[in-house]
């Protein structure tokens, strides 16, 4: 599943709101806001995907 | 309740994992926001959400108190917030920053956070968790 997971955030657009599939192997919602992504799962009925926030490049984290 | 680390893309094609656990968040309105993946950051000193989860809040950002908060790329404008933040199964009630500038969705700190659990960070075990234990404080 991490795999699937790393590798479907990989192909998500930077900079970017994603809503990964429960089983978090799949991006189902895409969008530049929290909102255009929560409407998108509002749309297609999800209420199980978790929403995250993709950084401008994938470097190691240091906040 | 343990949580197992999440993977995130490194450079060259690795694999980082990162202590994010899932959240929701809710305003004054009691409009809240759905699950959002939040990173557990015992080096930040309270709670900071990025301002486009506002809107689900049905929350004016700049009606906030205004403050800043400082980080590896020096500092940034933030704007406090009493907010409700559920996680784990508990509802927490504390003042939490919004930045325009946070690179990810949120971040968990001591203040509003850390203060309400026995947190065991456990990066060695496979597969790498954490682990958060709800105390109370008498």
Not at chain 1, 1 to 20: C, F, G, K, Y
Not at chain 2, 83 to 98: E, W
Not at chain 2, 122 to 131: C, F, R, Y
């Amino acid at each position: 599943m991490s795999d699937a997971r790393t590798e479907a955030l990989r192909n998500a657009p930077l900079d970017s709101w994603v809503a990964l599939s429960a089983d978090e192997t799949r991006v189902v919602a895409v969008g530049t806001t929290y909102e255009e992504v929560s409407t998108a799962l509002d749309r297609m009925g999800d209420t199980d995907s978790v929403i995250l926030k993709t950084p401008a490049a994938w470097l190691p984290m240091a906040l | 309740m343990r949580f197992p680390y999440r993977t995130a893309p490194g450079p060259g094609g690795t694999t980082l994992y990162y202590p994010f656990i899932p959240v929701r968040i809710a305003g004054f309105s009691g409009a809240s926001t759905r699950y959002f993946e939040a990173l557990v950051d015992s080096g930040a000193a309270d709670c900071i959400f990025q301002t486009s989860l506002a809107s689900a809040l049905r929350l004016d950002v700049q009606s906030g108190i205004p403050s800043v908060r400082a980080g590896i790329g020096g500092g940034s404008e933030v704007w406090v917030h009493p907010i409700t933040l559920f996680v784990a199964g508990h509802v927490l009630q504390l003042n939490a920053a919004f930045s325009d500038t946070l690179p990810l969705a949120g971040l968990l700190g001591r203040s509003g956070f850390f203060e309400y659990f026995r947190i065991t960070f456990d990066p060695a075990s496979a597969p790498p968790g954490l682990e958060l234990e709800r105390v109370h404080k008498a």
